[in-house]
């Protein structure tokens, strides 16, 4: 059983990251997931693209409940996820990585717990720390070690997508102390914290937010970054992991 999960997000879709990667699709009640079981560098990984293998999932319509829960269905005790960010920070530059420390929430229409008033009861869960200090610190170091670009912490905003946001949206989540923006991010650390799951993002900056940038932002423009980092996201990941 895998311990460990990879989340992949933007870019990040190909199972073959892990060797011989087979495909599982775990029955939850909030539905199927398909998850990649595989090894890497000896150690059984799983792996889940978020957005599937081929982009077709959009940021408000994925499974978050599925995903988590189908995660935890297989024994997985610690997630690290990939996003792809814009950047409200000008200290927080395109290609740089950040290990998120804390996030602001925007979406509007997504089921965001399992605490929903069923035969769970009500639970409130604390998040003073949303991500785990454990696996945030792992990443750090092996990004470090890597002389990889990084910073250590960073709030992230979670927009409801799928569009981008607006010049006016992007300075009121600069005065709130947003760092980044994102449109995935919320719920599914929100979930895997329910679910007892340590859980870490590491965000990958692929552009200055709408307003900041002194052109029109794309999807293709994000992806683009995101290609050019692959190699570098999955040899942190494969150091994180190893560690
Ligand atoms: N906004 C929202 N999500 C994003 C962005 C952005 O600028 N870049 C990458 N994902």
């Given at each position: 059983m895998p311990a460990i999960a990879v989340i992949g997000g933007t870019g990040v879709y190909d199972p073959h990251l892990l060797e011989d990667p087979r495909e599982e699709m775990v029955v939850t009640p909030y539905g199927e997931v398909r998850v990649f079981c595989g090894k890497w560098r000896g150690k059984e990984v799983a792996f889940l693209p978020r957005h599937g293998t081929a982009h077709s999932v959009p940021p408000h319509r994925i499974n978050y409940r599925a995903n988590i829960a189908g995660l935890k269905k297989l024994g997985v005790r610690f997630i690290l996820a990939t996003a792809a960010v814009g950047s409200?920070?000008?200290?927080?530059?395109?290609?740089e990585f950040v290990v998120v420390d804390q996030f602001l929430d925007f979406t509007k229409r997504r089921e965001s717990t399992f605490f929903d008033g069923g035969p769970e009861g009500v639970v409130h869960v604390d998040f003073t720390q949303p991500y785990c200090p454990e696996l945030r610190e792992l990443l750090v170091r092996a990004a470090r070690t890597l002389r990889l670009p990084v910073h250590d912490k960073g709030t992230y905003v979670c927009t409801e997508g799928p569009r981008f946001e607006t010049p006016a949206e992007i300075k009121m989540f600069q005065h709130l102390g947003g760092d980044l923006v994102g449109m995935t991010g919320v719920p599914e650390v929100v979930l895997a914290r329910e679910a007892e799951i340590c859980y870490a993002t590491v965000a990958l900056v692929t552009n200055f937010a709408a307003g900041i940038a002194p052109y029109r932002l794309s999807h293709e423009e994000v992806v683009a970054m995101m290609k050019s980092k692959e190699e570098e996201l999955r040899r942190l990941l494969l150091q994180t992991v190893y560690w």
């Open positions: 409200l920070n000008p200290q927080l530059k395109p290609g």
